[in-house]
């Protein structure tokens, strides 16, 4: 599971043609991640899903930190002087460990994404206090 974090502001601060355009150009980025026969959708809102076969527990990890690190190194041009940039957080699960139906394993890649997330908020607030 795929979140995409500080979005809003980008919609907020440069309107939804730009945030669809962000939205297209990040969907993007993560596919560039992901093997010719893996799946990635639009979940919600900013949320995507990414269904990949055949990876062990650490793999999984590994991929979603790949999805993190290529989108936190985009930024999408708005004006000659400004970007829209926004950041990832993911969780993921794998069956037979975190579940065994499609319900469970997106329940448990939600849940995961979510720690995450509350992670990067964490850090965020603290560098900002510096």
């Given at each position: 599971m795929l979140d995409l974090d500080d979005f809003k502001q980008v919609n907020d601060n440069f309107g939804h043609k730009i945030g669809d355009r962000m939205l297209q150009e990040v969907a993007q980025i993560m596919k560039a991640q992901l093997r010719e026969y893996d799946f990635l959708a639009r979940y919600a809102g900013d949320e995507f899903v990414a269904i990949v076969q055949g990876?062990?527990?650490?793999?999984?990890?590994?991929?979603?930190?790949?999805?993190?690190?290529?989108?936190?190194?985009?930024?999408?041009?708005?004006?000659?002087?400004?970007?829209?940039?926004?950041?990832?957080?993911?969780?993921?699960?794998?069956?037979?460990?975190?579940?065994?139906?499609?319900?469970?394993?997106?329940t448990a890649a939600d849940q995961a994404m979510y720690r995450n997330k509350a992670t990067h908020k964490t850090g965020r607030t603290a560098a900002a206090r510096g």
């Open positions: 990876l062990i527990n650490t793999q999984a990890v590994e991929l979603c930190e790949r999805f993190e690190s290529a989108v936190r190194v985009f930024s999408h041009p708005v004006r000659h002087d400004e970007s829209a940039r926004v950041g990832l957080s993911a969780g993921c699960a794998v069956f037979g460990i975190d579940g065994e139906t499609m319900d469970e394993l997106l």
